[in-house]
């Protein structure tokens, strides 16, 4: 027997836990959150490698609803983050909706009753509105390395950290320069017997500007309201001025010249410099915020091999170029599934095809929210749903999704559906728009771009100016409407 309910939740993370509490916000308790993992949290459950951390201020990765007064840093660590998204579970008494070890298997639309008939590892579900909260870093990718299965030690990504792993006296491979390649490589280098890096890609890296906050501070904070926002505010600053690389050249350059000596204060070898200085335009792929990742590099014991990983023989991993590292453990820091993600072959639109067919590698959705042939469906921080805070998007895409169910459940319809021509003319215009930044004329290969070579990742504005602003209101014009006494689909 199936679970009736108002809403279904997919997903534990800080999406989830947004919209479960807009949910709340609207009087709506007749909903579940799913998740196949044990606990809330999503990536900041997940990822617990060493030097974990976010790469967003602390003030600015909070949700407005939630002000935290207690962050210890200006980047905060990923286990206060964790702690911090259970805290907000806690105040607004989400735990009673949650069903873990509980993983969607498939989500279907029944045009009979209106609803999304959900198959899940712990039972089915029937809801009205069907909410994917999954997010962009749920699914690791690990590519496929010949030899790779018989390689003789440990391998692993590193959104999968085996809680018993000790890289003293070990022999580590770190593949890939991702934003958690710039923190793991530095902790393990302290420990291991030997180290390598290698690098299909050098990442623009710039001096992060992290320090403790004080006792003192974080009494300020607390006794006087104004300090908060007032961090926040200068936090939003940094990040626009950092972000800025996207949009303007001139700011581009400027980005270059302090990743660059960024680069010089701490590698002394030409060489290295020149295999470590990206031939491409900053912020083309994602920026990166270190202060120790090139001193590692600079240690004894540590060895960039500025090439792929080719092949696996035995223990030892081959380059492109030829160069072979004997290896103990291998750890993949090779980014996520987003533009193919697997969840987008579990759920159906109401012809019965999935998403992955439906998008056929160029995934879209309407504001990055809403998608034709998915009649109350929504998926937070979707196609073309990212911005620089994943905090403060998936908070006004919360409300966005809150003010369609409200419009539903207050003028009596079954359902509502974008319309497809929306859609496409939403995404054409976003690929106009997106491809004037560097992601797609800075000349990298990013994770943000799909099959045809279009940004499906990036919202097409700014966080402030652009996605909550356009968070605001629920344009009804949008989408056909299907009245309960009135059965046919009729354009408002």
Request: charged share 15%; net charge neutral.
């Given at each position: 027997m199936a679970e009736h309910v108002e809403a279904l939740i997919v997903g534990a993370g800080l999406s989830g836990i947004a919209?479960?509490?807009?949910?709340?916000?609207?009087?709506?308790?007749?909903?579940?959150?799913?998740?196949?993992?044990?606990?809330?949290?999503?990536?900041?459950?997940?990822?617990?490698?060493?030097?974990?951390?976010?790469?967003?201020?602390?003030?600015?990765?909070?949700?407005?609803?939630?002000?935290?007064?207690?962050?210890s840093r200006v980047f905060a660590p990923g286990n206060e983050i964790f702690r911090y998204l259970l805290d907000v579970v806690d105040r607004f008494d989400l735990r009673k909706h949650a069903r873990f070890g509980c993983e969607m298997l498939s989500a279907r639309w029944n045009e009979v009753t209106s609803r999304w008939d959900v198959e899940t590892t712990a039972g089915d579900f029937e809801a009205r509105f069907l909410i994917v909260g999954t997010g962009p870093l749920e699914d690791p990718l690990i590519p496929s390395v010949p030899g790779l299965d018989s390689f003789p030690g440990r391998a692993f990504h590193s959104a999968q950290w085996p809680s018993d792993y000790d890289a003293r006296g070990d022999r580590v491979a770190v593949i890939g320069t991702g934003a958690s390649a710039l923190q793991i490589f530095p902790e393990l280098a302290a420990d291991a017997e030997r180290i390598a890096l290698f690098q299909r890609t050098p990442p623009w890296i710039i001096p992060k500007p992290d320090w403790q906050h004080s006792r003192l501070f974080r009494g300020a904070i607390r006794r006087f309201p104004s300090v908060a926002p007032a961090m926040r505010?200068?936090?939003?600053?940094?990040?626009?001025?950092?972000?800025?690389?996207?949009?303007?050249?001139?700011?581009?350059?400027?980005?270059?010249?302090?990743?660059?000596y960024?680069?010089?204060?701490?590698?002394?070898?030409?060489?290295?410099?020149?295999?470590?200085?990206?031939?491409?335009?900053?912020?083309?792929?994602?920026?990166?915020?270190?202060?120790?990742?090139?001193?590692?590099?600079?240690?004894?014991?540590?060895?960039?091999?500025?090439?792929?990983?080719?092949?696996?023989?035995?223990?030892?991993?081959?380059?492109?170029?030829?160069?072979?590292?004997?290896?103990?453990?291998?750890?993949?820091?090779?980014?996520?599934?987003v533009a193919d993600a697997p969840i987008h072959r579990r759920i159906f639109d109401r012809d019965g095809r999935s998403l992955a067919e439906r998008w056929d590698g160029c995934p879209r959705a309407?504001?990055?929210?809403?998608?034709?042939?998915?009649?109350?469906?929504?998926?937070?921080?979707g196609p073309n749903g990212l911005s620089s805070s994943q905090t403060v998007s998936a908070e006004a895409q919360a409300d966005h999704i809150a003010a369609a169910i409200r419009t539903v459940r207050d003028r009596d319809l079954r359902s509502i559906e974008v319309r497809e021509s929306v859609e496409m003319a939403w995404k054409q215009g976003a690929n106009r728009k997106l491809a004037r930044l560097v992601h797609t004329r800075g000349g990298c290969q990013a994770f943000y771009l799909d099959r045809e070579g279009n940004n499906a990742a990036m919202y097409p504005s700014r966080t402030l100016g652009g996605v909550v602003k356009d968070m605001r209101d629920f344009d009804i014009d949008a989408y056909d409407l299907v009245h309960r006494r009135i059965e046919t689909s009729v354009g408002s």
């Open positions: 919209a479960g509490v807009k949910l709340r916000g609207e009087g709506i308790d007749d909903f579940a959150i799913i998740d196949k993992g044990p606990e809330f949290g999503g990536t900041w459950r997940a990822n617990t490698y060493p030097g974990v951390a976010c790469d967003v201020p602390s003030q600015v990765y909070s949700f407005g609803f939630a002000p935290n007064r207690e962050w505010r200068a936090e939003w600053m940094f990040a626009s001025a950092v972000l800025m690389s996207l949009y303007s050249v001139t700011a581009g350059r400027g980005i270059a010249h302090l990743a660059r960024n680069i010089n204060r701490a590698i002394k070898d030409p060489e290295v410099r020149a295999a470590l200085t990206p031939d491409y335009v900053p912020g083309c792929k994602r920026l990166g915020l270190s202060n120790t990742y090139y001193p590692a590099l600079a240690r004894p014991n540590a060895t960039l091999i500025a090439s792929g990983l080719a092949h696996v023989e035995g223990s030892t991993l081959i380059a492109s170029n030829g160069a072979g590292f004997e290896a103990d453990t291998v750890i993949f820091s090779t980014g996520f599934q309407y504001k990055g929210i809403t998608m034709s042939g998915c009649p109350n469906a929504f998926m937070l921080l």
